[in-house]
């Protein structure tokens, strides 16, 4: 994949109507403050187009990317943000739900989990979530860079674990410092574009 533009089109609040796109959307779902906002910046080569932070909360809307006039990158508002109000909380869950289950053009989920921790109770709701609504998640364990290499292989196995993922599914460690496991999102991203 070669990136040679990328723009933000829609951004969605908790009360937007969910745009009618007509090219193919793929998204980025985890717990707040995971990376989810960093992967999407590191998949298109931009420093900060989408919005990061070390505090958790940051994205409270659905940013639709524009790649190429080809496809749109869908960052998602994290879950299990302790800090927001339980109805903040809930509305936000409808939304994400509204938008996983009602997006005629949603072609792939990807599922964040962060490498240092064994996936939480919200993260195996989200995966079954997917799967139950038909998805074959892509995990990314992001963050690669804050453990040792030999715990690595160790990791990924709690992840799979945890989330009682399937034999087959794809669980791929990133960094968003060093960009390690890019080429590989890029490689899944044209497969998944060519389909
Ligand atoms: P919300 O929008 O709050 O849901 O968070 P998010 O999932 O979009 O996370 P974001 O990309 O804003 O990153 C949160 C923090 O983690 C920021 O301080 C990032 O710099 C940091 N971060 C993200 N990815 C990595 C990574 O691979 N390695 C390291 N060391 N830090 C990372
Ligand atoms: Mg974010």
Not at 8 to 16: A, D, H, M, P, Q
Not at 27 to 52: D, E, H, Q, Y
Not at 134 to 156: C, E, H, V, Y
């Amino acid at each position: 994949m070669v990136i040679k533009s990328v723009q933000l089109e829609t951004v969605c609040g908790i009360t937007s109507k969910l745009p009618d796109n007509i090219l193919p959307e793929i998204a980025f779902a985890g717990k707040s403050n995971v990376g989810k906002s960093s992967l999407i910046n590191g998949i298109m080569n931009r420093k900060s187009l989408a919005r990061t932070s070390s505090q958790p909360g940051k994205t409270q809307t659905i940013n639709f990317y524009n790649v190429n006039e080809v496809f749109y990158l869908v960052d998602l508002p994290g879950y299990g943000y302790a800090k927001a109000n339980q109805e903040v909380k809930a509305q936000w869950g409808k939304m994400i739900e509204r938008y996983l289950h009602s997006s005629k053009q949603l072609k792939a989920v990807f599922l964040l989990i962060d490498i240092r921790h064994d996936p939480s109770a919200n993260d195996k709701q989200m995966y079954q979530w997917m799967r139950h609504y038909g998805f074959d998640p892509i995990i990314i364990a992001t963050k690669l860079d804050k453990i040792n290499r030999s715990q690595i292989q160790k990791q990924l196995k709690a992840i799979r674990v945890g989330l009682e993922a399937q034999k087959d599914t794809i669980i791929i460690p990133y960094s968003s410092l060093s960009k390690q496991g890019r080429e590989e999102i890029y490689d899944l991203l044209d497969s998944i574009l060519s389909e």
